[in-house]
C-alpha cells in the first residue's frame, strides 16, 4: 500500500514534470531534492529548518557539510547530495566556456568570469594569458582568501605569465557577497602587478571583479 509520504512525493513530482520548478516555491524545490537523498521522512520539516538557518536557497547550497549536518534530520548523506548539487550547477554554468578560444574585449572577459565565479563562496582569483591575436592560452586558478593574500603571490603570478609566453594577461576575482566595485586595496594591488607585468614585457590588459552575476572591468572603467 503507498504510504501518505508516498503519495506526496508522486504528486511533487508530477508538478515538477507538468509544471517545471517555476510552479514551486523554494521550500518546494529543496523538499523535493530532499527526496533523492532522504528516502523516509517527512522532508518538508527539513526543508524549512534549513531555509529558516540558511536564510535562502543559495544559502543552503553554499553551506559547508558540516553546517548542514547541524540541522536535526540532516546527515552526511544528505550533506554530501547538496553539494552535489551544488558542483552540478557550478559545472553546469562553466561548461560552454570550454569551447571559447578568444576574448578580444572586456565584454568577453566579464562574461567569461562571471560564471566561473559567481558561486564562489570565498576569494578566488584566476589568470589568464593570451597571445598576440587574443586567443587563450591557458586560464587557471593562481590564489585564494584575500586580496593581501594574493598580493603576497605577485612573482608567482608573473612567473606564470613568462612561462605560458603570452603577451597579454587578464586577472579575474570575485567579491563573494559583496559588491563589484573596486576597492581601494583592489587598485593598489593591480597597479602593482601591471608594474611587475611591464617589466617582463606583459601587459595587463584587464582586472576583473565579480559579484553575484554583475562584473566590473578596470578597462572600461578606466583604471588601467
Known sequence: MTSVHEG???RMKKQFAEHGAASMSDIQFLEMLLFYAIPRRDTNVLAHALLDRFNSLRGVLDADPSELERVEGIGE???IFLKTVREALRRYTTEP???????LS???AGEYF??????ETEEKAYLMCLDARGRIISCSEVASGTLSTININIRQIVDDAVRRRCTTVILAHNHPNGYAFPSA????????????LKIM????KDHIIVADDDYVSF????YI
Open 8 to 10: 506526496h512525493r508522486e
Open 77 to 79: 548523506n544528505a550533506a
Open 97 to 103: 566556456l570550454k569551447g571559447q578560444r578568444y576574448i
Open 106 to 108: 572586456s565584454s568577453d
Open 114 to 119: 562571471v560564471p566561473i565565479l559567481q558561486y
Open 185 to 196: 586595496e583592489d587598485r593598489i594591488f593591480t597597479d602593482e602587478l601591471k608594474k611587475a
Open 201 to 204: 614585457e606583459i601587459r595587463l
Open 219 to 222: 578597462a572600461q572603467s578606466g
